[in-house]
T-cell receptor
Framework: SQQGEEDPQALSIQEGENATMNCSYKTSINNLQWYRQNSGRGLVHLILIRSNEREKHSGRLRVTLDTSKKSSSLLITASRAADTASYFCATGRGNTNAGKSTFGDGTTLTVKP | NAGVTQTPKFQVLKTGQSMTLQCAQDMNHEYMSWYRQDPGMGLRLIHYSVGAGITDQGEVPNGYNVSRSTTEDFPLRLLSAAPSQTSVYFC?????????????FGPGTRLTVT
């Protein structure tokens, strides 16, 4: 069964708006990762947040993690048409499990120009 | 660096046939993994490896074998293909750096089993 569940399943916004995607998971984690997948392509790592971190930034990306609620959110500010993609969260159980991640089913983001 | 490479990009098999999906990385990463992605879904872990000679099963290992004889290569073998194995297969590698890691994914192999 999938560890993470993204919400919403699909999101459509206008260019320049902010996009927020949420991820919930079931068991304790060591870290949570966010990935982007353009149509027909492989996944690209966006950001990793550790269980002892609450917020992390990378460019226009802001990720939060609430371990008490077992949830994370990804905020993309000032979205661009090029941000159109599917976004996945994945959970890791520890550094000794670096090769193992459990993925959610993703949020499909469409940014209209 | 080429990163993570996968061959072939596309493959059609008949039920019962066997084949090997190739994966190679040139980043000297310890960890390598195989995932499958079914339409509209996330990735599910098939097998992974923490180093040469060490492999372990993931969430959906049945029908697949792996071996890791070198750091660079991590082939995935389908023993007797079934239509349920129609999927896109991704190989990934990662390395621990400063207590964290980042997975690098290959472009994928689209497999259809008829």
């Amino acid at each position: 069964s999938q560890q993470g569940e993204e919400d919403p399943q699909a999101l459509s916004i206008q260019e320049g708006e902010n996009a927020t995607m949420n991820c919930s998971y079931k068991t304790s984690i060591n870290n949570l990762q966010w990935y982007r997948q353009n149509s027909g392509r492989g996944l690209v790592h966006l950001i990793l947040i550790r269980s002892n971190e609450r917020e992390k930034h990378s460019g226009r990306l802001r990720v939060t993690l609430d371990t008490s609620k077992k949830s994370s959110s990804l905020l993309i500010t000032a979205s661009r048409a090029a941000d159109t993609a599917s976004y996945f969260c994945a959970t890791g159980r520890g550094n000794t499990n670096a090769g193992k991640s459990t993925f959610g089913d993703g949020t499909t983001l469409t940014v209209k120009p | 660096n080429a990163g993570v490479t996968q061959t072939p990009k596309f493959q059609v098999l008949k039920t019962g046939q066997s084949m090997t999906l190739q994966c190679a990385q040139d980043m000297n990463h310890e960890y390598m993994s195989w995932y499958r992605q079914d339409p509209g879904m996330g990735l599910r872990l098939i097998h992974y490896s923490v180093g040469a000679g060490i492999t372990d099963q993931g969430e959906v290992p049945n029908g697949y074998n792996v071996s890791r004889s070198t750091t660079e290569d991590f082939p995935l073998r389908l023993l007797s293909a079934a239509p349920s194995q129609t999927s896109v297969y991704f190989c990934a590698s990662s390395k621990l750096t400063g207590g964290t890691y980042e997975q690098y994914f290959g472009p994928g192999t689209r497999l259809t089993v008829t």
